[in-house]
């Protein structure tokens, strides 16, 4: 399995970004996927996840903020950030984790917010 992430870039504060993820490979089934980020000195941490069933869940530093969805015919994620603020840069890791509870991640996406 391949993520394959996209978007990220540099934009200014109060902006907005919408992230993709495209998945391929032997992808059997996908139990959930997310978006997870990591910024310098810190530790990685969820930005929003969303089920097969889809139901969602936002990490409190983006709730309000951002909307994750999914395509699952091209077995592609989004996440639609607005209201950005400098805080918010990181590199976004996109994530999957498959019906047999395997997970893949993606190699990153950098998401760079300037006041």
């Known amino acids: 399995v391949q993520l394959q992430a996209s978007g990220g870039g540099l934009v200014q504060a109060g902006g907005s970004l919408r992230l993709s993820c495209a998945a391929s490979?032997?992808?059997?089934?996908?139990?959930?996927m997310a978006w997870y980020r990591q910024a310098p000195g810190k530790q990685r941490e969820l930005v929003a996840a969303?089920?097969?069933?889809?139901?969602?869940t936002y990490g409190d530093s983006v709730k309000g903020r951002s909307t994750i969805s999914r395509d699952n015919a091209k077995n592609t994620l989004y996440v639609q950030m607005n209201s950005l603020k400098p805080e918010d840069t990181a590199v976004y890791y996109c994530l999957l984790r498959t019906g047999a509870y395997v997970v893949y991640w993606g190699q990153g996406t950098q998401v760079t917010v300037s006041s």
């Open positions: 969303i089920t097969d069933g889809g139901t969602t």
């Open positions: 490979g032997n992808i059997s089934s996908i139990n959930a």
